[in-house]
């Protein structure tokens, strides 16, 4: 069927429909991008309030903060977390999409990593770098949004910010800090009406992700199980002085 | 395509329920956690009750304007390079995914859990045409190899052991499995994990679809949905015209009750934002997206007695609420949508004709619209459809000729008090202790399962004559 007959039929159903409830549709922010300004700012002023929101949220579905003071400290605290655990391969955002150049620091340590190219790249480039991912223990990336209501990080892709750094590494490390912390669903609600309002940067790409916790299933018996496709660790850094991050 | 467990009729499939044992543990287990998990989500959300409101009304003003929000997300998917397509029927949509995976010369295709896809019996059709679909959700995954149906809108194979579902994997995978639920995983990991790296297509469904940004949304809590939409060369979606919701304002309205009401989480592990084919810089993404608009009979209850059924968000909070579907699980039902709701969705999708049986697997007893996130009345609709099965003359006779003669004499008082007088009489021989335990002929039907209460010895409307004399006295 095409568009047109399609949209007939709905539009002659729709005329026969009587006595529907009175219903009113939700207002929009009207300069979505000045809110949001005018929401950062505010947001500013009460960020310790919403990081221990985060915080609180977060280790309740099974994700662990560390906290930093400088950014020159997230490759030690990265080290840390994959010897404990013996990782051995790491895959990370690029330095400009991350705000801090970890993945020499990270090599330097013993943990060799690749970092993500901003550049556009052949079907067969991305596909070996994928594979280089997908063999990867431990994924670092940004996080555009940190929910304190639901501890959930909010993560955009885009040019040097590869999807699979958060997915499919069994361990995800989401470096952030103060800018990156909202309150609620409704100021995601916001955010994200800012981010589709005109046209997108040229770095911006096709998909964000809400991720809340670890990859986890219940479908055998209702036994909660981590890991099942995505991460089986959710790890974020928060960084008190501040990334030299590239907003979405 | 029929429904093999149709064949049967649903006193017999009801009945095969009720007699298995682990079922009826796994249930009252499963829903009971449900049940529990959602009280405390929204125990917690004092904002809760306003929101559920809320998100009610934006349906129903969606719905008001359905043409002119599916305009504007049709503009803003093309607009973001993706293609949109149109299917009146299970059949259309059908025909227009394998199109696209004939196009793409796909073999595999990897697909997150969606109702929609089960409704139009997709799978099948892709089989058939040479297409392999690997359902990747481990629920789905489970009742594919098993060759079974889902049994619960979001946790599909709930009425699978683990012991059950080792051997499933030992046979089916050839590995030899431990049943432990952490073993059982990490095997499908491994095995999903290739397919994922390995597959042309992608499908899912849409939990909504945004139409001021073109913006498809996917929830899962495994990360399959995430894979599948940024993996394979090529990315589908089927999602039913209902789905769609104006604004990313609406969007966290619903986002803040759909997890909280489905599992009792704040939000699902996963909502993934899909808007369009890869764009240029990125590593990951389909390099076509196609998002296939459904109608399948939900058009058609625009103006119908069905419309409220429109709003429902596939939560499964009233499947897990409901006395009935609580004692005999989903496949019991016989078609993709089980409980309360899939009554509603049933005839939606298959007409009144197809619920004749189910209209009745209900006490009518309101849990469900008391659960329900947006406030559907489902026990309202599935009164109307009783009556519909009734004045289309499509329930069985005996039951028609009982209430007939039934309705016909309690129009007539002076009839109904020598029936009465007369059942009294007739009724002695069955009489055991103070209820008839079994009456005779297909009448029986009555007290198989239930004892039936005698006529009393003297009737209401004796009693209350006898009153009145003496009052005036």
């Known amino acids: 069927m095409d568009r047109a007959a399609f949209l007939a039929r709905i539009r002659a159903e729709m005329g026969r429909a009587t006595g529907l409830p009175a219903s009113r549709p939700t207002g929009r922010p009207a300069r979505p991008r000045e809110q949001l300004d005018v929401l950062r700012r505010e947001m500013a002023e009460r960020w310790p309030e919403s990081l221990a929101g985060f915080k609180r949220e977060f280790e309740r579905v099974g994700g662990v903060l560390h906290r930093v003071a400088d950014a020159r400290d997230v490759a030690p605290t990265i080290v840390a977390i994959a010897r404990e655990r013996g990782m051995q391969r790491a895959v990370a955002w690029h330095a400009d999409a991350l705000g801090v150049d970890v993945a020499p620091a990270l090599t330097a340590h013993g943990l060799p990593t690749t970092a993500a190219t901003d550049a556009e790249v052949d079907p067969r480039e991305r596909e070996r770098r994928r594979a280089v991912a997908a063999a990867a223990d431990l994924g670092v990336t940004g996080a555009d949004l940190a929910v304190a209501e639901t501890g959930t990080l909010v993560v955009v892709s885009g040019a040097?910010?590869?999807?699979?750094?958060?997915?499919?590494?069994?361990?995800?490390?989401?470096?952030?800090?103060r800018e990156a912390l909202v309150e609620s669903l409704v100021q995601v609600g916001l955010v994200l009406?800012?981010?589709?309002?005109?046209?997108?940067?040229?770095?911006?790409g096709a998909s964000i992700n809400f991720i809340t916790g670890p990859s986890r299933t219940a479908d055998i018996e209702l036994t909660l199980t981590r890991g099942v496709h995505g991460p089986r660790e959710v790890h974020a850094v928060f960084v008190e002085r501040g990334l030299s991050s590239r907003r979405a | 395509m029929s429904e093999p467990s149709?064949?049967?009729?649903?006193?017999?499939?009801?009945?095969?329920?009720?007699?298995?044992?682990?079922?009826?543990?796994?249930?009252s287990i499963a829903t009971t956690k449900f049940i529990d998990l959602r009280r405390e989500a929204f125990a917690g959300f004092p904002g809760g009750d306003a929101l559920r409101d809320r998100a009610r009304e934006i349906k129903e003003a969606t719905l008001q304007r359905l043409d002119h929000h599916l305009e504007r997300l049709i503009d803003n998917v093309e607009a973001r390079g993706g293609h949109v397509h149109y299917a009146a029927t299970a059949d259309e949509a059908r025909r227009i995914v394998l199109d696209v995976a004939r196009r793409a010369g796909a073999r595999m295709a990897v697909k997150s859990k969606s109702m929609a896809t089960e409704e139009i019996h997709l799978n099948e059709a892709l089989a058939a045409a040479g297409v392999t679909p690997v359902e990747t959700d481990l629920g789905e995954y489970i009742i594919q190899l098993a060759h079974e149906r889902p049994s619960h809108i979001i946790a599909p194979a709930i009425h699978k052991t683990k012991g059950q579902v080792a051997e499933l994997f030992t046979r089916e995978l050839g590995r030899e499995a431990e049943p432990d639920p952490e073993v059982l995983t990490r095997i499908a990991r491994a095995e999903l994990r290739e397919k994922f790296l390995q597959a042309?297509?992608?499908?899912?469904?849409?939990?909504?679809?945004?139409?001021?940004?073109?913006?498809?949304?996917?929830?899962?809590?495994?990360?399959?949905?995430?894979?599948?939409?940024?993996?394979?060369?090529?990315?589908?979606?089927?999602?039913?015209?209902?789905?769609?919701?104006?604004?990313?304002?609406?969007?966290?309205v619903f986002l803040a009750i759909l997890a909280k009401s489905a599992t009792g989480q704040k939000l699902s592990v996963y909502t993934s934002l899909v808007d369009g084919p890869r764009r240029g810089g990125e590593l990951e993404g389909p390099e076509e997206f196609h998002l296939v608009l459904l109608d399948n009979g939900r058009v058609g209850q625009l103006a119908g007695p069905l419309r409220e059924a429109l709003a429902c968000l596939r939560c499964g909070a009233c499947l897990n609420v409901c006395p009935v579907y609580r004692q005999i699980g989903g496949h019991a039902y016989g078609h993709t949508y089980p409980g309360p709701i899939g009554i509603l969705l049933t005839a939606m999708l298959n007409g009144s004709e197809s619920v004749r049986e189910l209209a009745h697997a209900s006490s009518l007893c309101g849990a469900c619209a008391d659960a329900c996130p947006v406030r559907i009345d489902i026990p309202r609709m599935l009164i109307e459809l009783r009556r519909d099965v009734s004045e289309r003359r499509i329930a069985p006779w005996t039951e028609r000729a009982v209430f007939g003669l039934l309705g016909w004499l309690l129009q007539r008082p002076?009839?109904?008090?020598?029936?009465?007088?007369?059942?009294?009489?007739?009724?002695?021989?069955?009489?055991?202790?103070?209820?008839?335990?079994?009456?005779?002929?297909?009448?029986?039907e009555w007290t198989r399962t239930r004892d039936l209460p005698p006529i009393a010895a003297r009737t209401f409307q004796e009693r209350w004559a006898d009153l009145e004399r003496e009052g005036r006295r």
Not at chain 2, 220 to 242: D, K, Y
């Open chain 1, 160 to 177: 040097g910010r590869p999807r699979s750094a958060s997915l499919l590494p069994t361990c995800h490390v989401a470096v952030f800090d």
């Open chain 1, 193 to 204: 009406e800012a981010w589709h309002d005109g046209s997108p940067p040229p770095w911006r």
């Open chain 2, 6 to 27: 149709l064949d049967t009729p649903f006193r017999e499939r009801a009945g095969r329920a009720l007699r298995d044992s682990f079922l009826q543990e796994a249930l």
């Open chain 2, 200 to 252: 042309d297509l992608g499908i899912t469904g849409a939990n909504f679809g945004v139409a001021e940004t073109g913006t498809i949304v996917l929830v899962t809590n495994e990360g399959n949905g995430r894979m599948v939409t940024s993996l394979p060369r090529v990315h589908v979606a089927v999602m039913g015209v209902e789905k769609v919701i104006p604004s990313m304002t609406d969007l966290a």
């Open chain 2, 414 to 444: 002076p009839l109904y008090r020598a029936a009465a007088r007369i059942g009294r009489v007739l009724q002695r021989p069955f009489v055991r202790g103070a209820v008839i335990r079994r009456v005779p002929l297909f009448l029986g």
